[in-house]
């Protein structure tokens, strides 16, 4: 991987910014193929672009402004500080700001999003997430302030890809591995590669250091506890889906829960305590709720919004 200096990452995101710019001006059609020439002059070129389209996706009001007719577009980019560089380039400037300063990425809830990082790194973020990123000569840094991301790291021995996640500092080198966390409670789990996990603070220490298949959950004042559960079920929300295995129906329904289409009620401890087997689509917690009431023998009712399960 070629190393670029912060003078030249800000060039091509300046670049990148401007043709961005220019594909939602009133003479897009004509840019379009002096673009695809600027793409396949360097793959920085197109490593600039993704990092621009990724970025203006995440803005609030994009996808809006994407849909109205072109005459508003020109007027409302400007507030946005995003189009006005199809006439000045103030407009590239505000653009270029944002792109090498701190970036933060967030998903609502039920939704899931992958971010193009300028390392060539990515981060798939799952349900009710935010990540922060921040991006310096000899460290990439990663704040995971609520959620569940996968991260997808280009190898880059000169600047260590650290992620942190509550009082855990997970440090990789050309990886892939899931970092999950519920308030205190840190879970990492490691695809491929090598991580190595630790506590921050004054008595820093290494917890584990993990190898394919393996993972460790860590919570303040508590031993961490290394396992190796099924990465088919740790994967699983990437592909839309919710896998459990013999797992108690209060553990699976809160799982489900995350994902916020419809909430499912379980207030019977003995309920609570049945095994769930089975593959769910994580955006249909009636079907979940139908399947489980048809295995235990139990029924299923309204409640508001909610679906209840009862004896």
Known sequence: MVIRSKEERTRLNAEASAWLARLHGPRSDEARGAL????????????????????????????????????????????????????????????????????????????????????????SLNTDSHVTVSFGSDEREVSLDRGEAMFDVAHDAARPFIVKAGEERIKALGTSFVVRRDGDRVRVTLLNGKVEVSRAGERSRVLAVLAPGERVSAAPDT??????????????????????????????VAEVNRYGRQRVIVNDARLAALPISGVFATDDPAEFAAAVAQLHGLRVQREGEAVLLAP
């Open 36 to 123: 695809q020439d600027w793409l396949k002059a360097d793959p920085a070129h197109q490593e600039a672009f993704e990092r621009a389209t990724e970025l203006w996706e995440f803005l609030p009001g994009a996808a809006e402004l994407n849909d109205e007719p072109r005459r508003s577009v020109s007027r409302r980019f400007v507030p946005l500080a995003i189009a006005a560089s199809l006439a000045v380039v103030a407009g590239i400037g505000a653009m270029t700001a944002l792109l090498d300063r701190p970036l933060t990425f967030d998903t609502r809830v039920g939704e899931q999003r992958t971010a193009a990082l300028d390392d060539g790194s990515r981060i």
């Open 223 to 252: 031993v961490p506890v290394l396992d190796r559960p099924a990465l088919d079920a740790i994967t699983a929300w990437r592909r839309g889906e919710l896998r459990f295995r013999d797992t108690p129906l209060s553990d699976a």
